[in-house]
């Protein structure tokens, strides 16, 4: 069953089982991956990897903690949530060093 939110004028859905194999897997919720796209310093880019059946993006920014997050715009604008876990080492350094070079 798909998980419909609107928070701050976003559009959010997702998958409710994929949300809790994901807290199973790596602790974050949709919901507060969802907050990553209100981060001033969001780093947003094509995730040419996993674009395969359709137009995947990722977003890296900071909730509590530096979020990586796997997401696709479906109709009306609406941001579909994937997957969503703790940003790696060298993913918080690359946005670190982005928000170095701003």
């Known amino acids: 069953m798909d998980i419909k939110k609107v928070i701050n004028g976003l559009y959010f859905e997702w998958d409710e089982n994929k949300e809790k194999i994901n807290i199973r897997k790596h602790k974050v919720s949709f919901d507060e991956a969802a907050l ?8 947003e880019y094509y995730d040419f990897k996993h674009s395969v059946s359709e137009n995947r993006r990722i977003a ?17 604008n609406v941001l579909r949530l994937i997957s969503a876990r703790p ?14 070079n701003r």
């Open 87 to 100: 940003a790696t080492k060298s993913e918080k350094r690359r946005y670190y060093g982005r928000l170095r």
């Open 60 to 76: 890296i920014g900071r909730v509590n903690n530096i979020l990586f997050v796997v997401y696709t715009r479906r109709e009306n």
């Open 36 to 43: 990553v796209f209100f981060d001033d310093t969001l780093w």
